[in-house]
């Protein structure tokens, strides 16, 4: 349950991280990899690797819908002696009791949600979601909305690697 807990308490400090992200990108910024924008925050001291999807699907009933959705963003966030904790935020409150499919290359892997923002279930899935985004070329991200809709986000690759490791350093 504590496990729990600290998710949830690292999913109200990303959302600031988010918020900050996309509010103060000129000032956060500090590096950009292709596809990934590196972040840092001094206090408390968080850095992130962030990207937008290069492409969007949504669908209702196998049909393409137009869907009102806010930032959509695929989050690693390192902190000071920790490793990287993976997040997405699709842009919309996820059906309740729902899972986002991530498949990286064809290999897939679930993340659990709670309202707009979705995660692997424990530090060990981290890990092996990290491995598999590192040597891969592309991730999508399937989810469904509360309200029905069916979301599919294409996230790029390029360039996770060269950011993941320049937040994790900025980081120590």
Not at 41 to 52: F, L, Q, Y
Not at 83 to 92: E, N
Request: charge should be negative; proline fraction near 5%.
């Amino acid at each position: 349950m504590s496990s729990l807990f600290s998710r949830l308490a690292m999913l109200a400090a990303m959302s600031f991280a988010a918020f900050g992200a996309h509010a103060q990108e000129s000032s956060n910024r500090v590096a950009t990899m292709t596809d990934w924008s590196v972040f840092t925050e001094e206090t408390p001291k968080e850095c992130w690797g962030v990207s937008k999807p290069t492409e969007t699907v949504n669908t209702r009933d196998g049909q393409p819908v137009a869907a009102k959705r806010s930032a959509i963003l695929f989050f690693v966030t390192f902190r000071p002696g920790e490793p990287g904790a993976i997040s997405f935020t699709g842009g919309y409150p996820f059906a309740a009791g729902s899972t986002v499919e991530v498949a990286i290359d064809g290999q897939p892997y679930q993340f659990f949600t709670d309202g707009e923002w979705a995660w692997p279930g424990s530090a060990a899935d981290d890990a092996t979601v990290l491995a598999a985004l590192k040597g891969g070329t592309a991730a999508v991200l399937t989810a469904k909305s509360g309200k029905g809709t069916q979301t599919v986000d294409t996230f790029s690759l390029r360039g996770f690697t060269a950011a993941m490791e320049d937040a994790g350093k900025r980081c120590q």
